[in-house]
């Protein structure tokens, strides 16, 4: 089956010959933009056999991002030479910052040193960086101010790095596929994205924002649109899958200038003879009539934003497939929707104690369906989301919680009519007669009988394309990634994975699953290849002599 393979970078060119016409059109725009960018002549995008040789790997794109939701917009706009600066009149309220940045001021943030600027910044992200642009974008936003940002941004087109942004669907990522009912836990100027202002947006569609809190049927409307005004529609590819992203290795020996896969065993042996250099991703699109044309791409940087949203959380017990159980909200929301659990007699199993949890309890509760809601914690648990929310601006939050506290079962009394929580239990199983078995800490089981059961503990992003599924990525190898418990292990401000270069990780991948933290992200890793192809340039002018300049 033929694929379709693009090998460009800063001074590289297609190379091919004559490609068929479907295949062609697709990416005409893709090979229209890389000549108008790099300012050569493009030919159409060669088509290779599955099987075949890849030559002429000098050849690659800078950086592919996988994953088109706000962290890989956000990481394109920045890729697309847009530089924050500090502005003309901005005063930080933090004092000890605020001369920092004024040490620099004429430079973009993302030339300065970053380390420096996020050294004793304090908030709910763990990663520095994210904390610090965090705080130039939204200061004091954690103390409840309302502070403008003290950025002001620049088109700055010598800074563009050519990249592709790969996602399943359209620019929003998964806030395209979230329950539409529901209010999104940030406000809508926390979900912005820089440039462009949300509530500027609303006023634009005529649309009237009644609270600070949105819809993310709205968000993702916004992201959509965001791509669209600030120019980078053509970086996105959407209906991309990826099926595989494995490193190559360069033979420093052997000049032939051919990327071949290395065995392990031949790699441990003569690995002083070789370099890590490109990436090969490959994948299918899917096109109009459902059909899928394969591809492969090769690339010098991969940049993980796939967020954490691809694979629900499962409790891995018996009956947990039966159609009753639910994994999602979606799904759940479908089925209330229809009216297929409306009228029943029989309660709605809900598991979880987080917000997603509590997102479908209210649900269920609004629609006049028995609720039994378990979750392993203690109602007093510290750690639990509800504790962290300030009751005024999410009270239907504290409601859901208020009634975690008092409805909660006890052997001396029946199921609560509406609602009955069981804290410190988990389920056994599922039996297809529609009951679940649950227990308590104490080893006490109780049996109900279910309408439908709802599994809500979490999900975990679908890397599956990576070698060990990208375990060994996290801080534990030997566990799947999660965002809270096992994120990637990154360098700390260039987001760069610690163990495997050339490859960087954002977003909810290495813990930040607020919006608002996650343009850290991008902010680290432009740094990084901005500082690494200066070095490459410089490198290319001493070899030069110095007096052949740069093309």
């Known amino acids: 089956m033929p694929v379709w393979c693009c090998r460009c970078s800063l001074a590289g060119h297609f190379r091919n010959y004559s490609d068929p016409e479907t295949e062609g059109e697709i990416f005409n725009s893709l090979v229209q933009y890389f000549g108008d960018n790099l300012g050569r002549r493009v030919k159409a995008m060669p088509l290779v056999e599955e099987t075949s040789l890849l030559e002429d790997s000098s050849v690659t794109l800078p950086v592919v991002v996988i994953g088109n939701g706000p962290s890989g917009i956000c990481l394109s706009y920045m890729l697309s030479g847009y530089r924050p600066y500090l502005s003309s009149e901005a005063i930080h309220p933090n004092t000890i910052l605020h001369s920092k940045l004024e040490e620099a001021r004429h430079l973009s943030i993302v030339d300065q040193d970053l380390e420096y600027l996020s050294e004793g910044l304090e908030g709910r992200s763990s990663n520095p960086v994210a904390v610090l642009f965090d705080t130039l974008l939204h200061p004091d936003a954690d103390f409840g101010y309302d502070y403008p940002s003290i950025l002001h941004w620049k088109l700055e087109q010598h800074h563009y790095i050519p990249h592709l942004v790969l996602g399943k669907g359209p620019p929003g990522g998964a806030w395209h596929n979230m329950e539409g009912s529901m209010l999104t836990i940030s406000f809508g100027n926390w979900m912005e994205l820089p440039g462009l202002k949300f509530k500027d947006w609303v006023s634009s569609k005529r649309r009237n924002l009644k609270g600070d809190r949105v819809m993310p049927e709205e968000i993702a409307r916004y992201y959509k649109h965001y791509?669209?005004?600030?120019?980078?529609?053509?970086?996105?590819?959407?209906?991309?899958?990826?099926?595989?992203?494995?490193?190559?290795?360069?033979?420093?020996?052997?000049?032939?200038?051919?990327?071949?896969?290395?065995?392990?065993?031949?790699?441990?042996?003569?690995?002083?003879?070789?370099?890590?250099?490109?990436?090969?991703?490959?994948?299918?699109?899917?096109?109009?009539?459902?059909?899928?044309?394969?591809?492969?791409?090769?690339?010098?940087?991969?940049?993980?934003?796939?967020?954490?949203?691809?694979?629900?959380?499962?409790?891995?017990?018996?009956?947990?497939?039966?159609?009753?159980?639910?994994?999602?909200?979606?799904?759940?929301?479908?089925?209330?929707?229809?009216?297929?659990?409306?009228?029943?007699?029989?309660p709605v199993l809900i598991v979880g104690s987080g917000l997603t949890a509590a997102d479908a309890v209210l649900c269920a509760y609004n629609n006049n369906v028995p609720v039994i809601h378990v979750f392993r914690r203690r109602v007093t648990d510290p750690s639990l989301i509800f504790k962290q929310l300030p009751k005024k601006l999410y009270p239907e939050y504290h409601k859901v919680y208020h009634m975690m506290c008092t409805q909660s079962y006890s052997l001396d009394s029946n199921l609560l009519s509406d609602y009955t929580s069981f804290p410190e239990h988990h389920v056994l199983s599922f039996k297809s007669d529609m009951k679940c078995i649950l227990q308590n800490i104490s080893g006490l089981k109780k049996i109900f009988k279910l309408s439908a059961a709802v599994v809500l503990i979490g999900s975990h992003p679908n890397l599956s394309f990576l070698k060990e599924q990208g375990c060994y990525l996290g801080y534990n190898s030997s566990q799947p990634i999660t965002c809270k418990g096992n994120p990637v292990e990154i360098d700390a401000y260039t987001y760069e994975c610690v163990k495997e270069a050339n490859l960087f990780a954002l977003g909810p991948l290495v813990g930040d699953n607020f919006v608002r933290f996650l343009k850290g992200g991008a902010l680290g890793v432009t740094r990084c290849l901005a500082t690494r192809q200066k070095k490459k340039k410089q490198h290319l002018f001493v070899e030069r002599g110095g007096g052949d300049g740069i093309a």
């Open 227 to 346: 791509v669209k005004v600030m120019g980078l529609q053509k970086n996105f590819r959407e209906n991309t899958y990826i099926t595989s992203v494995s490193r190559l290795y360069r033979d420093q020996v052997d000049n032939d200038g051919q990327d071949r896969d290395i065995s392990t065993q031949h790699l441990q042996i003569e690995k002083s003879k070789f370099t890590k250099r490109n990436w090969e991703i490959r994948g299918y699109q899917r096109i109009r009539d459902g059909s899928h044309i394969p591809f492969c791409l090769f690339a010098e940087n991969v940049a993980l934003a796939t967020g954490t949203l691809d694979s629900p959380g499962r409790l891995e017990i018996d009956g947990e497939d039966f159609p009753f159980v639910f994994h999602s909200m979606p799904e759940f929301g479908a089925a209330i929707s229809k009216g297929q659990l409306c009228g029943k007699v029989d």
